[in-house]
Protein backbone atom coordinates (compact mmCIF):
# COMPACT_ATOMS: atom_id res chain seq x y z
CA UNK A 1 0.00 0.00 0.00
CA UNK A 2 1.85 2.67 -1.36
CA UNK A 3 -0.28 5.87 -0.74
CA UNK A 4 0.52 8.23 -3.10
CA UNK A 5 2.82 8.57 -5.24
CA UNK A 6 4.54 11.64 -6.98
CA UNK A 7 6.57 11.40 -9.62
CA UNK A 8 9.77 13.33 -11.02
CA UNK A 9 10.71 14.08 -7.51
CA UNK A 10 12.94 16.86 -8.82
CA UNK A 11 12.72 18.58 -11.87
CA UNK A 12 14.45 21.83 -13.48
CA UNK A 13 12.88 23.56 -16.43
CA UNK A 14 13.93 26.08 -18.91
CA UNK A 15 11.12 28.75 -19.37
CA UNK A 16 9.02 28.06 -22.15
CA UNK A 17 9.49 23.99 -21.93
CA UNK A 18 6.19 22.11 -20.92
CA UNK A 19 6.07 18.97 -18.42
CA UNK A 20 4.01 16.95 -17.20
CA UNK A 21 3.18 15.94 -13.29
CA UNK A 22 2.32 12.55 -12.87
CA UNK A 23 0.21 11.43 -9.31
CA UNK A 24 -1.17 8.30 -8.46
CA UNK A 25 -3.23 7.06 -5.19
CA UNK A 26 -4.43 3.22 -4.62
CA UNK A 27 -6.82 4.29 -1.72
CA UNK A 28 -9.30 3.90 -3.33
CA UNK A 29 -10.32 7.61 -2.98
CA UNK A 30 -12.93 9.86 -4.84
CA UNK A 31 -11.10 13.12 -4.91
CA UNK A 32 -7.83 14.18 -5.51
CA UNK A 33 -6.11 17.86 -5.40
CA UNK A 34 -2.91 19.67 -6.61
CA UNK A 35 -1.44 22.15 -4.16
CA UNK A 36 1.47 24.27 -5.12
CA UNK A 37 3.49 25.44 -1.61
CA UNK A 38 5.75 28.77 -1.67
CA UNK A 39 7.57 30.01 1.38
CA UNK A 40 5.67 32.34 3.21
CA UNK A 41 2.49 31.43 1.35
CA UNK A 42 1.62 28.33 2.33
CA UNK A 43 -0.51 25.62 0.65
CA UNK A 44 -2.70 26.79 -2.14
CA UNK A 45 -5.08 24.43 -3.67
CA UNK A 46 -3.96 24.82 -7.87
CA UNK A 47 -6.85 22.55 -8.92
CA UNK A 48 -9.28 19.24 -7.61
CA UNK A 49 -11.14 16.44 -8.88
CA UNK A 50 -14.30 15.49 -6.19
CA UNK A 51 -14.67 12.30 -8.26
CA UNK A 52 -13.47 10.71 -11.50
CA UNK A 53 -14.47 12.76 -14.59
CA UNK A 54 -14.34 15.82 -13.05
CA UNK A 55 -12.12 18.78 -12.25
CA UNK A 56 -12.60 22.13 -10.95
CA UNK A 57 -10.12 25.32 -10.86
CA UNK A 58 -8.75 26.17 -7.11
CA UNK A 59 -7.03 29.26 -5.84
CA UNK A 60 -4.15 29.57 -7.95
CA UNK A 61 -5.14 27.88 -12.02
CA UNK A 62 -3.74 29.90 -14.06
CA UNK A 63 -1.06 28.57 -16.12
CA UNK A 64 -1.82 24.77 -15.51
CA UNK A 65 -4.43 22.08 -16.73
CA UNK A 66 -4.98 18.60 -15.25
CA UNK A 67 -6.34 15.61 -16.53
CA UNK A 68 -8.22 12.47 -14.59
CA UNK A 69 -7.32 9.97 -16.04
CA UNK A 70 -9.54 7.32 -13.89
CA UNK A 71 -9.90 7.11 -10.39
CA UNK A 72 -5.98 6.28 -9.21
CA UNK A 73 -4.23 8.93 -11.53
CA UNK A 74 -4.71 12.69 -11.82
CA UNK A 75 -1.68 14.59 -13.64
CA UNK A 76 -0.89 18.02 -13.21
CA UNK A 77 0.52 19.81 -16.73
CA UNK A 78 2.37 22.99 -17.32
CA UNK A 79 2.08 23.79 -20.72
CA UNK A 80 5.00 27.05 -20.81
CA UNK A 81 6.74 26.98 -18.02
CA UNK A 82 7.48 30.16 -16.09
CA UNK A 83 9.94 31.43 -13.33
CA UNK A 84 6.84 32.32 -11.56
CA UNK A 85 5.97 28.06 -11.33
CA UNK A 86 9.06 27.47 -9.34
CA UNK A 87 7.48 25.83 -6.22
CA UNK A 88 7.12 22.61 -4.67
CA UNK A 89 3.99 21.04 -6.30
CA UNK A 90 2.10 18.50 -3.77
CA UNK A 91 -0.84 15.83 -4.92
CA UNK A 92 -3.34 14.70 -2.34
CA UNK A 93 -6.49 11.93 -2.12
CA UNK A 94 -9.11 12.19 0.13
CA UNK A 95 -12.77 11.70 1.01
CA UNK A 96 -14.94 14.54 0.25
CA UNK A 97 -18.36 14.50 2.61
CA UNK A 98 -21.48 16.71 2.41
CA UNK A 99 -19.92 20.23 3.22
CA UNK A 100 -17.26 18.93 5.00
CA UNK A 101 -14.38 16.91 4.43
CA UNK A 102 -12.43 14.12 5.52
CA UNK A 103 -8.49 14.57 5.90
CA UNK A 104 -6.19 14.39 2.94
CA UNK A 105 -3.03 12.34 2.57
CA UNK A 106 -0.34 13.89 0.77
CA UNK A 107 2.16 12.64 -1.66
CA UNK A 108 5.55 13.24 -1.44
CA UNK A 109 6.11 16.35 -3.65
CA UNK A 110 7.66 17.37 -6.23
CA UNK A 111 10.56 19.84 -6.29
CA UNK A 112 10.49 22.42 -9.54
CA UNK A 113 12.52 25.01 -10.69
CA UNK A 114 11.93 27.13 -13.88
CA UNK A 115 15.37 29.20 -15.18
CA UNK B 1 -10.04 39.05 7.55
CA UNK B 2 -7.67 36.31 6.07
CA UNK B 3 -9.78 32.97 5.78
CA UNK B 4 -7.45 31.49 7.69
CA UNK B 5 -4.97 32.85 9.47
CA UNK B 6 -1.81 31.44 11.91
CA UNK B 7 0.66 33.06 13.81
CA UNK B 8 3.92 32.11 11.68
CA UNK B 9 6.59 31.70 14.85
CA UNK B 10 8.54 30.43 15.51
CA UNK B 11 7.41 29.58 18.91
CA UNK B 12 10.91 28.63 20.56
CA UNK B 13 10.18 26.17 23.56
CA UNK B 14 12.15 24.04 26.05
CA UNK B 15 11.50 20.74 25.87
CA UNK B 16 9.11 19.27 28.42
CA UNK B 17 6.82 22.41 28.14
CA UNK B 18 3.49 23.19 27.17
CA UNK B 19 3.00 25.44 23.91
CA UNK B 20 -0.60 26.28 22.47
CA UNK B 21 -1.22 28.47 19.40
CA UNK B 22 -4.44 28.85 17.58
CA UNK B 23 -5.71 29.52 14.33
CA UNK B 24 -8.63 31.74 13.51
CA UNK B 25 -11.06 31.09 9.95
CA UNK B 26 -13.67 33.15 8.76
CA UNK B 27 -16.34 30.80 7.07
CA UNK B 28 -18.75 30.13 10.11
CA UNK B 29 -20.25 27.40 7.99
CA UNK B 30 -17.23 25.29 8.23
CA UNK B 31 -17.62 21.99 9.71
CA UNK B 32 -14.34 20.27 8.84
CA UNK B 33 -11.48 21.49 10.77
CA UNK B 34 -7.89 20.09 11.07
CA UNK B 35 -4.28 20.03 12.09
CA UNK B 36 -1.25 18.71 9.93
CA UNK B 37 1.91 18.38 10.81
CA UNK B 38 4.62 19.41 8.35
CA UNK B 39 8.42 18.55 8.54
CA UNK B 40 11.09 20.25 6.84
CA UNK B 41 11.02 19.70 3.24
CA UNK B 42 8.81 16.98 3.37
CA UNK B 43 4.59 16.44 2.82
CA UNK B 44 1.94 17.54 5.41
CA UNK B 45 0.45 14.73 7.50
CA UNK B 46 -2.71 14.62 9.27
CA UNK B 47 -2.01 14.88 13.13
CA UNK B 48 -5.70 15.08 14.33
CA UNK B 49 -8.87 16.18 13.56
CA UNK B 50 -11.10 18.99 15.73
CA UNK B 51 -14.31 17.90 16.82
CA UNK B 52 -16.79 20.25 18.09
CA UNK B 53 -16.16 18.97 21.54
CA UNK B 54 -12.55 18.92 21.50
CA UNK B 55 -10.39 15.95 21.09
CA UNK B 56 -7.13 14.69 22.67
CA UNK B 57 -4.35 12.01 21.33
CA UNK B 58 -1.97 11.87 23.67
CA UNK B 59 -0.16 14.58 24.57
CA UNK B 60 -2.19 16.63 21.65
CA UNK B 61 -5.43 18.17 22.34
CA UNK B 62 -7.13 19.89 19.59
CA UNK B 63 -10.59 22.27 20.54
CA UNK B 64 -12.83 24.17 18.49
CA UNK B 65 -14.12 27.59 19.40
CA UNK B 66 -17.11 28.45 17.17
CA UNK B 67 -18.35 31.54 18.99
CA UNK B 68 -14.87 33.13 18.19
CA UNK B 69 -14.23 31.11 15.22
CA UNK B 70 -10.31 29.92 16.00
CA UNK B 71 -9.51 26.38 16.90
CA UNK B 72 -6.13 25.89 18.98
CA UNK B 73 -3.55 22.62 19.24
CA UNK B 74 -2.07 22.43 22.67
CA UNK B 75 1.08 20.41 23.15
CA UNK B 76 2.00 18.94 26.26
CA UNK B 77 5.54 17.45 27.75
CA UNK B 78 7.04 18.47 24.22
CA UNK B 79 9.48 16.54 22.87
CA UNK B 80 12.50 17.65 20.77
CA UNK B 81 10.97 15.51 18.32
CA UNK B 82 7.76 18.10 17.54
CA UNK B 83 9.75 20.35 16.15
CA UNK B 84 8.08 20.83 12.88
CA UNK B 85 5.44 23.34 10.83
CA UNK B 86 1.75 23.06 12.02
CA UNK B 87 -1.06 23.46 9.58
CA UNK B 88 -4.74 24.50 10.23
CA UNK B 89 -7.59 23.37 7.69
CA UNK B 90 -10.66 24.52 7.42
CA UNK B 91 -13.60 24.90 4.80
CA UNK B 92 -13.32 28.74 3.01
CA UNK B 93 -16.36 30.43 1.69
CA UNK B 94 -17.53 28.85 -1.27
CA UNK B 95 -16.56 25.10 0.71
CA UNK B 96 -13.34 24.74 -0.55
CA UNK B 97 -10.45 23.59 1.50
CA UNK B 98 -8.07 26.08 2.72
CA UNK B 99 -4.98 25.89 4.55
CA UNK B 100 -3.43 28.16 6.83
CA UNK B 101 0.31 29.19 6.35
CA UNK B 102 1.66 27.58 9.40
CA UNK B 103 3.05 27.74 12.85
CA UNK B 104 6.58 27.05 12.99
CA UNK B 105 7.38 25.33 16.17
CA UNK B 106 11.30 24.78 18.02
CA UNK B 107 11.71 22.55 20.97
CA UNK B 108 15.09 23.47 22.17
CA UNK B 109 17.11 21.06 24.26
Known amino acids: NAGVTQTPKFQVLKTGQSMTLQCAQDMNHNSMYWYRQDPGMGLRLIYY???????DKGEVPNGYNVSRLNKREFSLRLESAAPSQTSVYFC??????????????FGPGTRLTVL | RKEVEQDPGPFNVPEGATVAFNCTYS??????FFWYRQDCRKEPKLLMS???SGNEDGRFTAQLNRASQYISLLIRDSKLSDSATYLC??????????FGKGTRLHILP
Open chain 1, 92 to 105: ASGEPGQGSYNEQF
Open chain 1, 49 to 55: SASEGTT
Open chain 2, 27 to 32: NSASQS
Open chain 2, 89 to 98: VALGRDDKII
Open chain 2, 50 to 52: VYS
